[in-house]
């Protein structure tokens, strides 16, 4: 979301040409590499999770090992956490609604915002309902989640900028002949 907003930002201090020719050749760079470290993070999550859900199925020992690396959760912390993201969200939708009503046609924004806060309420469900030692696992497999949503929303971007870069270089390539 910080990515969407800063090229948002850039696109109203920037003269809209200059910002044209540079959006496309950000964009790719900045998701190419979102890409790889999602797929990573992606990895080592799975990896996480599967070895989490191992020890507390491996019954005595391993069960013991998974309760004293991660039997307790801090969902109290967690919990306030989340509500001070959600509530720096919500400020954030409020306060760039009322900086510029138009921010709300641009609709890759609105579904990031929305996406970003229904993740985190799921979240927060999952801390509350979840038996405690159970909820690092539940926390982990969503983080699983997230990092996949991730990745998608980072394809989807990767993929919108081939159309920006192209117009980009038939400007560069047109204004020298």
Known sequence: MLFTVVM?????I???RVYGRIQGIITLIVTFLWVVGAFFTALLALAKLFLMFGLFVAAPFGTIAYLA???SF???QAAAILALLLLLKIVFAVLL???QP?????????????VSVLVQVILGLIHSFLPGPLVSIGDQFWAL??????????????IGSIPAIINALRVSGSAGD
């Open 8 to 12: 948002l930002g850039l696109s109203l």
């Open 14 to 16: 920037m003269e809209l």
């Open 69 to 71: 690396l991660w039997g």
């Open 74 to 76: 801090p969902t109290s």
């Open 97 to 99: 609604v009322l900086s």
């Open 102 to 114: 138009k921010f709300l046609k641009v609709t890759g924004l609105v579904v990031l915002l929305l």
């Open 145 to 158: 989640i997230t990092v996949v949503v991730a990745l998608v929303w980072a394809l989807v971007m990767l």
